[in-house]
């Protein structure tokens, strides 16, 4: 008999993007990754088969049962076809990709993901992955490639099979059970009550400035107004991407830093991030940024596939009397607050802050999300591994850095998608420049003050 699960707070999270959106494909994550070497897809559609029963969430399904949206597990699945595509070039092979990453995965139409094998003129081969955001997250997905990768390397070399994965039906059922935690529930209520009271009302520090604010002040003739409708409207949420690299040589001086000073890379990038939206915006001390975090801690959950996403709404009121050093600490202190707290739903807290300073749905507070997605690139190394991702076409924030290593140049790839009527191009360009100088900068000297930082920010 069939076993239907409610969704968790990590999936409810996502759902909530497809009952407040017009568009539909901001729920879905479209990637691919390639090797320099010759894969046999012959061998590598059994690998994937074997690993559609390793990995549990690949098998997950999704169906309205009496009007709420409920998921189960098939007991198993095959593809006996896999597409393969030929491509010239990678302008051709992105062509194709983009447009189904554009494409909607229905999800309530027993599609959860679409699998493409390609081959490349140059020799490289590879896999593209599109796949709901309610079965997967951008960690799920990593969990998948290297798994399938290494159940093809023990099909083709006869070594031992990898360790089994986890089961993700296990973790729903511990996240349920969590959910229904009403002492659980009242300390995460009491901690958000008093995270989004503590300075007063947020202010939207914009990646564009605050000539949109500034512009809503006035027809709304109310120059105290902190947040704006314009840069969530939903009628605005066409997306384009760009891509940067941080050279391998600053990367390598990056990481260093991080790894020295025990200073995870997203607390390094979105100080800067937030330094420079506090820059163009009034030189505010108060920023505020969502992180779109895994919540896999233990290893366990590293060896699980599945969606373990949440949002994190990150309020940093930093003054710049302060340092680089003690602007890190500040966002250090505040995650490990929120970390705390994960098992508090993220639709609860954003329906807080609205409730608690009278914002509706299309006013966010946010001025950008941010994502850091750790790629292994030293046990990858050998297989010269490539890794992309497209764009969604539609997204609900103004802009959405995801950062990660970049396998080939040894860098760290940047990669922004924002919207297109309320961030530009040169908007874009900006923010990436200053905030490598401002992480550059700080890293050199982490007792800078961050009066500095700001007063070297050229927009």
């Avoid at 959860?112 to 997250?137: E, P, Q, W």
């Amino acid at each position: 008999m069939r076993t239907y699960y409610d969704l968790i707070p990590s999936q409810l999270n996502m759902y909530m993007l497809v009952k407040f959106s017009f568009h539909k494909e901001i729920v879905q994550i479209p990637a691919s990754f390639s090797v320099a070497r010759d894969i046999d897809f012959d061998v590598l559609k059994k690998a994937l088969n074997i690993e559609f029963e390793r990995n549990d969430s690949m098998r997950l399904r999704f169906k309205k049962v009496d009007g709420e949206l409920k998921q189960y597990f098939l007991d198993e699945f095959k593809m006996d076809d896999v597409p393969v595509m030929e491509f010239s070039s990678n302008e051709e092979k992105d062509a194709y990709f983009q447009k189904d990453a554009v494409t909607p995965v229905h999800f309530l139409k027993n599609e959860t993901f679409r699998i493409v094998f390609f081959k490349m003129a140059d020799g490289r081969k590879g896999v593209y992955f599109n796949c709901s955001h309610l079965a997967i997250d951008a960690m799920g997905m990593l969990v998948f490639f290297l798994d399938l990768l290494g159940v093809y390397k023990s099909l083709t070399t006869g070594c031992e099979m990898p360790q089994p994965l986890f089961k993700y039906e296990d973790y729903i059922v511990s996240e349920l059970e969590k959910s229904k935690d009403e002492k659980r529930l009242a300390k995460g209520q009491k901690f958000y009550q008093e995270y989004f009271a503590k300075g007063g009302e947020p202010f939207y520090a914009g990646v564009h400035g605050p000539e949109l604010l500034e512009k809503e002040r006035k027809k709304e003739k109310n120059p105290d107004l902190h947040v704006t409708k314009a840069a969530y409207a939903p009628f605005n949420d066409r997306a384009e991407v760009i891509s940067y690299l941080i050279s391998g040589e600053d990367a390598e001086k990056i990481l260093k830093f991080c790894l020295d000073n025990n200073v995870s890379p997203e607390t390094l990038f979105t100080f800067a991030m937030r330094t420079y939206c506090s820059a163009i915006n009034y030189r505010t001390e108060d920023v505020f940024y969502n992180l779109m975090c895994s919540k896999r801690i233990t290893y366990k959950d590293m060896r699980t596939g599945g969606c373990m996403a949440q949002t994190l709404q990150v309020r940093t009121i930093i003054p710049e009397t302060a340092t680089f050093k003690e602007g890190l600490d500040e966002i250090f202190r505040v995650r490990a607050q929120l970390y705390r707290h994960l098992s508090y739903p993220f639709i609860y807290a954003r329906g807080m802050l609205m409730k608690m300073y009278g914002h509706s749905t299309t006013q966010g507070v946010a001025s950008f999300m941010f994502s850091w997605l750790p790629i292994p690139i030293d046990k990858l190394s050998d297989l010269d591994f490539d890794f992309k991702t497209y764009n969604l076409g539609r997204y609900f924030n103004p802009l959405y850095a995801i950062c990660y290593p970049d396998p080939i140049s040894r860098g760290v790839r940047m990669h922004y998608m924002y919207r297109c009527k309320i961030v530009t191009p040169g908007d874009v360009k900006s923010l990436h420049d200053n905030m490598v100088k401002i992480i550059l900068a700080g890293i050199e000297n982490p007792d800078i003050p961050i009066k500095d930082l700001l007063d070297a920010v050229k927009r």
